[in-house]
Nanobody, 125 residues
Framework: QVQLVESGGGLVQAGGSLRLSCAAS????????MAWFRRAPGKEREFVTY????????YYVDSVKGRFTISRDNAKNTVYLQMNSLKPEDTAVYYC??????????????????WGQGTQVTVSS
């Protein structure tokens, strides 16, 4: 069992930055791909980015490329999402997700076994 707890959300003006953190319990963190998803008001949850087990491979949805950076610290069981140049359209609840204990990476929700409770990010114009 893995528990995920996100933090770092809040209200920021357009052009500003936020850093989200996701702390994981258990001993299998370093064996799992980690990802961030988000759900904007009135929309379905969407993939944002993932990072593989070693941290050497990442992937981003086009809308955040060049602005967001995912990273992880396996010694601290924590994954981060640095968000720069934020836009009002980035307003959403952001969810951390943990994949299976394998090398696989994925952009699909169904491939992630554990989810955090979400943290609200609001970007004002």
């Amino acid at each position: 069992q893995v528990q995920l707890v996100e933090s770092g959300g809040g209200l920021v003006q357009a052009g500003g930055s936020l850093r989200l953190s996701c702390a994981a319990s258990g001993r299998t963190f370093s064996s799992r791909t980690m990802a961030w998803f988000r759900r904007a008001p009135g929309k379905e949850r969407e993939f944002v980015t993932y990072i593989n087990r070693s941290g050497l491979s990442t992937y981003y949805v086009d809308s955040v490329k060049g602005r967001f950076t995912i990273s992880r610290d396996n010694a601290k069981n924590t994954v981060y999402l640095q968000m720069n140049s934020l836009k009002p359209e980035d307003t959403a609840v952001y969810y951390c997700a943990a994949g299976q204990t394998s090398y696989r990476t994925s952009v699909f929700e169904s491939d992630y076994d554990y989810w955090g409770q979400g943290t609200q990010v609001t970007v004002s114009s």
